[in-house]
């Protein structure tokens, strides 16, 4: 049986390919697999307006003709009829993104001087007129030599033309061949694309200009990831330095309130439940309260400018990578500042098993209240120095850190993807907003609201637990001449604890801080301030800093151990809470808790024996 004559839909990824391709197939449509590669070759059946058949191939989005991915290889091999399993195509169906021109172009115009019989589908035109822009179609078709078709391929706009001037393309004898031009190099063709789509622009709105300039350089395959990099660098950057004033002046401000206490009361137990129970532990959580606004300025600037939306396009095809949808992003991206809203924000996707995924992952992302833990121990252990101008240690090991939270992640959700949570990706839907200059006010009210939910934090929960801990801690009465940490009854659990995390190089004092831990992450440093006030007061030494007691009692290796087992370790009992609420039971809750620890313990290990055997 003589095979039907194939037509490949191609063009830059999210022009709008396989949305055309599903209007023109409708549901005869078959998934296969090219061999040898992991990549999806989907095809299906169409019929031309003179009722032959011709099978329609949906080839992966390329930027152009040199690949940089199995996708883009698969692509370029099957044009150049060099890919196995495939036959060459008859015609192409190219496909280009009308708010996109100039950059869809140049592509455009490679795919052009192959010499096949080419259609050009002037795809997502309802979104270039939303933005302002006009084009006319008859101009493009004049300067490429092919015919062109404005579309609109979810609201089916545009396909009869499209079939029919296929129906003229393929398989005749007066098929209008592009003829094979030489391949310019891509300067020229960049110049040559940009000539033509402006060329091609009947009007344009200077708004809708400026926001494609921003658009060409946030969106670029290479440039939008590295400004997303540099953004996240100088974010993290700033929680350190720009707080170090702040926190200096609250410091202060506790430091004086505790001398002022200690200078109206008489030495007794009221006074050491208010001094090293309520001022230690809120203090020490307090002293957070600038990074975690800095941090939410950061999150909150971009969300209002119209870039995050942007961060979560250039982060949709790594993210579909490891079986997620890009709608994945803006849950995940909330929960660097904390899960729960970040868990309570996966209601958008519709898939069960993305969104249950998503919720899974979701702690791993850095909240912040890993942040007082982290900027403790790296104030403690990390030297502050400039790795090159600009560039601190700190910062960078902090980054590093969020770094490794990300990476578990998308670990995790491979392999959840694989097992528990098994079934099809669905695709990115996502409309990009217009950029604007954020609002002062909304702005303002959004650090509030946290600062406010923060607060209202420190005032119960962490209050509440530094009180309990204090109790624990400081009962019973030691006999003089011995550690009253050690003699406590939260001494003698943490005892009992430190058999279990002494093979991954967790102390006496860690095995402490993680009681109290459980309940939100951000009292163990309370947890730590308030046992080392309390032997404070017993060797009378005098009041030492955090810093200068953490310096002496822990090594380098414990104290990277420690981190690493804040990334991972799901401490927090509202997260638990949430995802019970949103996956309507304890089964799923009591996964994320035991996946997580377990893979605390191992990473926590595993760094502490590297860092003993380094030497560090
Ligand atoms: N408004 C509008 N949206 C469109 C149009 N065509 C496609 N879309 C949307 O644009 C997004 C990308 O479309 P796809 O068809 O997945 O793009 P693609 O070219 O197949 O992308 P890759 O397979 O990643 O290369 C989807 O969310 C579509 O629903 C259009 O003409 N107008
Ligand atoms: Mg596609």
Same mark, same amino acid.
């Given at each position: 049986?003589?095979?039907?004559?194939?037509?490949?839909?191609?063009?830059?990824?999210?022009?709008?390919?396989?949305?055309?391709?599903?209007?023109?197939?409708?549901?005869?449509?078959?998934?296969?697999?090219?061999?040898?590669?992991?990549?999806?070759?989907?095809?299906?059946? +169409?019929?031309?307006?003179?009722?032959?058949?011709?099978?329609?191939?949906?080839?992966?989005?390329?930027?152009?003709?040199?690949?940089?991915?199995?996708?883009?290889?698969?692509?370029?091999?099957? @044009?150049?009829?060099?890919?196995?399993?495939?036959?060459?195509?008859?015609?192409?169906?190219?496909?280009?993104?009308?708010?996109?021109?100039?950059?869809? @172009?140049?592509?455009?115009?490679?795919?052009?001087? =192959?010499?096949?019989?080419?259609?050009?589908?002037?795809?997502?035109?309802?979104?270039?007129?939303?933005?302002? +822009?006009?084009?006319?179609?008859?101009?493009?078709?004049?300067?490429?030599?092919?015919?062109?078709?404005?579309?609109?391929?979810?609201?089916?706009?545009?396909?009869?033309?499209?079939?029919?001037?296929?129906?003229?393309?393929?398989?005749?004898?007066?098929?209008?061949?592009?003829? !094979?031009?030489?391949?310019?190099?891509?300067?020229?063709?960049?110049?040559?694309?940009?000539?033509?789509?402006?060329?091609?622009?009947?009007?344009?709105?200077?708004?809708?200009?400026?926001?494609?300039? @921003?658009?060409?350089?946030?969106?670029?395959?290479?440039?939008?990831?590295?400004?997303?990099?540099?953004?996240?660098?100088?974010?993290?950057?700033?929680?350190?330095?720009?707080?170090?004033?702040?926190?200096?002046?609250?410091?202060?401000?506790?430091?004086?309130?505790?001398?002022?206490?200690?200078?109206?009361?008489?030495?007794? $137990?009221?006074?050491?439940?208010?001094?090293?129970?309520?001022?230690?532990?809120?203090? !020490?959580?307090?002293?957070?309260?600038?990074?975690? @606004?800095?941090?939410?300025?950061?999150?909150?600037?971009?969300? !209002?400018?119209?870039?995050?939306?942007?961060?979560? $396009?250039?982060?949709?095809?790594?993210?579909?990578?490891?079986?997620?949808? *890009?709608?994945? $992003?803006?849950?995940?991206?909330?929960? &660097?500042?904390?899960?729960?809203?970040?868990?309570?924000?996966?209601?958008?996707?519709?898939?069960?098993?993305?969104?249950?995924?998503?919720?899974?992952?979701?702690?791993?992302?850095?909240?912040? /209240?890993?942040?007082?833990?982290?900027?403790?121990?790296?104030?403690?252990?990390?030297?502050?120095?400039?790795?090159?101008?600009?560039?601190?240690?700190?910062?960078?090991?902090?980054?590093?850190?969020?770094?490794?939270?990300?990476?578990?992640?998308?670990? /995790?959700? =491979?392999?959840?993807?694989? #097992?528990?949570?098994?079934?099809?990706?669905?695709?990115?839907?996502?409309?990009?907003?217009?950029?604007?200059?954020?609002? =002062?006010?909304?702005?303002? %009210?959004?650090?509030?609201?946290?600062?406010?939910?923060?607060?209202?934090?420190?005032?119960?929960?962490?209050?509440?637990?530094?009180?309990? =801990?204090?109790?624990?801690?400081?009962?019973?009465?030691?006999?003089? *001449?011995?550690?009253?940490?050690?003699?406590?009854?939260?001494?003698? %659990?943490?005892?009992?604890?430190?058999?279990?995390?002494?093979?991954?190089?967790?102390?006496?004092?860690?095995?402490?801080?993680?009681?109290?831990?459980?309940?939100?992450?951000?009292?163990?440093?309370?947890?730590?301030?308030?046992?080392?006030?309390?032997?404070?007061?017993?060797?009378?030494?005098?009041?030492?800093?955090?810093?200068?007691?953490?310096?002496?009692?822990?090594?380098?290796?414990?104290?990277?151990?420690?981190?690493?087992?804040?990334? $991972?370790?799901?401490?927090?009992?509202?997260?638990?809470?949430?995802?019970?609420?949103?996956?309507? *039971?304890?089964?799923?809750?009591?996964?994320?808790?035991?996946?997580?620890?377990?893979?605390?313990?191992?990473?926590?290990?595993?760094?502490?024996?590297?860092? #003993? &055997?380094?030497?560090?």
């Amino acid at each position: 049986m003589e095979m039907p004559p194939l037509v490949a839909m191609v063009g830059n990824p999210n022009a709008g390919k396989s949305a055309l391709f599903n209007a023109l197939t409708g549901a005869r449509q078959k998934v296969g697999n090219y061999p040898g590669v992991t990549v999806e070759r989907h095809s299906g059946r +169409l019929a031309l307006d003179d009722g032959r058949p011709v099978e329609l191939v949906d080839l992966p989005g390329a930027y152009s003709l040199e690949p940089s991915s199995p996708d883009e290889r698969v692509t370029r091999d099957v @044009l150049l009829g060099a890919q196995s399993g495939e036959r060459r195509p008859d015609a192409l169906v190219v496909v280009l993104d009308a708010a996109n021109l100039d950059n869809h @172009l140049r592509f455009a115009m490679q795919l052009i001087a =192959l010499g096949l019989p080419v259609v050009i589908a002037l795809n997502m035109v309802d979104l270039a007129e939303r933005d302002g +822009l006009v084009l006319d179609p008859t101009v493009l078709a004049r300067e490429l030599g092919v015919p062109v078709v404005p579309t609109v391929a979810v609201r089916r706009r545009g396909i009869d033309t499209l079939r029919a001037t296929l129906t003229g393309l393929v398989g005749t004898a007066a098929a209008p061949t592009a003829p !094979a031009a030489p391949v310019e190099d891509i300067r020229t063709l960049q110049r040559r694309a940009r000539a033509l789509s402006k060329a091609a622009t009947v009007s344009e709105t200077p708004t809708r200009r400026w926001h494609h300039a @921003l658009d060409s350089v946030a969106l670029h395959p290479v440039f939008g990831p590295i400004l997303l990099v540099a953004l996240l660098f100088v974010m993290f950057q700033a929680v350190f330095s720009w707080s170090e004033a702040p926190i200096g002046w609250i410091e202060d401000g506790f430091t004086a309130l505790e001398a002022a206490l200690k200078g109206m009361m008489p030495d007794g $137990f009221l006074r050491s439940l208010l001094t090293d129970g309520v001022i230690a532990g809120v203090g !020490a959580v307090l002293v957070f309260l600038p990074q975690i @606004l800095i941090l939410f300025l950061f999150i909150l600037v971009l969300e !209002a400018s119209g870039y995050m939306v942007r961060a979560a $396009f250039l982060m949709d095809r790594m993210m579909a990578g490891v079986g997620l949808s *890009g709608r994945a $992003f803006i849950p995940l991206l909330s929960s &660097f500042a904390c899960a729960v809203p970040g868990i309570m924000a996966t209601r958008t996707i519709e898939d069960e098993k993305d969104r249950l995924t998503t919720i899974l992952i979701a702690p791993l992302m850095t909240c912040s /209240a890993r942040l007082p833990v982290y900027t403790i121990i790296i104030g403690a252990f990390i030297p502050a120095r400039q790795v090159v101008p600009f560039v601190g240690l700190q910062g960078l090991v902090l980054l590093g850190l969020y770094l490794m939270g990300i990476v578990g992640a998308f670990v /995790a959700a =491979l392999l959840l993807r694989r #097992t528990v949570t098994k079934g099809e990706s669905s695709g990115f839907m996502m409309e990009m907003p217009k950029y604007q200059l954020p609002r =002062l006010h909304d702005v303002a %009210i959004g650090l509030w609201s946290r600062a406010a939910i923060f607060l209202k934090r420190a005032g119960t929960t962490i209050a509440l637990t530094t009180v309990v =801990l204090w109790a624990l801690l400081s009962f019973p009465q030691a006999p003089a *001449g011995q550690s009253q940490v050690e003699y406590s009854v939260a001494g003698r %659990i943490a005892s009992g604890l430190e058999v279990i995390v002494r093979p991954i190089g967790f102390n006496h004092d860690i095995a402490l801080a993680l009681i109290p831990a459980m309940a939100a992450r951000e009292v163990a440093v309370a947890a730590i301030g308030t046992a080392y006030a309390i032997d404070d007061t017993e060797d009378a030494s005098g009041a030492k800093s955090l810093v200068d007691h953490l310096r002496g009692r822990w090594s380098l290796p414990t104290a990277l151990a420690f981190l690493m087992w804040f990334v $991972f370790a799901p401490q927090c009992i509202s997260t638990i809470a949430v995802t019970r609420r949103e996956t309507n *039971g304890w089964r799923w809750p009591v996964f994320m808790l035991a996946y997580l620890f377990v893979t605390a313990y191992v990473m926590a290990g595993i760094t502490f024996w590297l860092a #003993t &055997f380094a030497g560090l």
